[in-house]
């Protein structure tokens, strides 16, 4: 199992513990109410319309619900390319201590390295 493989197997874990704690009736889907209980619990505070206009584009099957696969579908896609974009800033600042390029961080990398961090703050 490749790094993203993983990382996208722990998003799935997480985003079904989510989606089933705002899902109130355990039917496997959320409603308008649900999904915005959901979205404000995540820090958003979409409007009525925005609402309105999220569901119609989250419901693939059109039946006025959103189910897991359909939450999965919309979010997933982001939330890995935002992984992604954190791994690669991850890769830039460990190249960054690892001054010779060999794939290590050593001690005296990492001293100078905070010597050199010290002296811009």
Known sequence: MTVMETVQSEQLKQLKDIFMRFDMDSDGSLTQLELAALLRALGLKPTG???????????????????????VALILPDISEQVLVNQE??????????????????AAELAGSMAIIGNWF
Do not use: K, P, W
Request: glycine share 8%; proline share 0%.
């Open 89 to 106: 800033q991850l890769m830039e600042a460990f190249r960054s201590f690892d001054c010779d390029g060999n794939g290590y961080i050593t």
């Open 49 to 71: 319309d925005q609402l309105h206009i999220l569901l119609a584009d989250m419901d693939s099957n059109s039946n006025g619900l959103v189910e897991f696969d359909e939450l």
